[in-house]
């Protein structure tokens, strides 16, 4: 996919952060798991369970710390379920840490309503980022993708890790456009510098929009 073609279609993307962790992740940037475990020097068995295992319920890495770090929940992805759409060959466990390896974002506020409202009440606090500066600084790192990947639920499509495509390689049609929607888009392990192309953060509770958190 051309990247010209790619920002007129996706100018912006969505990141669901916890509430209230706007000034860790300034300071810090987004981080997946992997590197919020190297962040913390987690390691041994606590990082094998945190990195290559099921997470049904969110985790604190230090719990009431200065420098706690919270890991999302991986709730639409039992393994039960995962394990039906994998292939032969390909465990949970290495799916999962290949998951935990990347930073995600939604390319449109459908999708990302979707995840909110699955949320219930719990508050989050939604970065807007500008895709066309997140790439100029990210574009050999970044993937996309056409399905959630982390999603197994209600039925658990088939993925291997050919469902992350480099932009150059995402597959269109004869006038340029995806031959299927992109639905995520993923940078390997950390966006250090998210602070720079972030637009706004907003405070949000399934549907409703609480407050403006912060506004470039």
Known sequence: MQLEKLLIRYPFVYHM???????????????????????????????????????????????????????????P???????????????????YRLINSKVFFWVS???????????????????????????????????????????????PHYRDETIFKRIPDYPVNRVGKPVKEVVELVVDYSVPDIANHVVDVTRVQGDTQLAVVWTR
């Not at 041994?44 to 985790?59: D, H, K, T």
């Not at 219930?120 to 399905?147: E, I, K, P, Y």
Request: aromatic fraction near 4%.
């Open 77 to 95: 992805m039992p393994p039960s379920r995962l394990e039906q759409a994998l292939p032969a060959g390909l465990s949970t466990d290495q799916w």
């Open 109 to 155: 506020p459908e999708r990302l309503g979707r995840l909110l409202r699955s949320y219930g009440a719990s508050q989050h606090d939604v970065l807007r980022v500008n895709t066309a500066s997140l790439l100029d600084a990210h574009f050999a790192r970044t993937w996309l993708c056409h399905m959630n990947s982390g999603n197994t639920l209600p039925i």
């Open 17 to 75: 952060a916890e509430a209230g962790t706007w000034p860790s992740i300034q300071q810090r940037g987004l981080l997946s798991t992997t590197a919020s475990l190297d962040a913390l020097g987690i390691a041994g068995a606590q990082r094998n369970a945190l990195e290559s295992s099921y997470r049904p319920e969110m985790s604190h890495l230090r719990p009431g710390a200065a420098d706690n770090i919270v890991l999302r929940d991986q709730r």
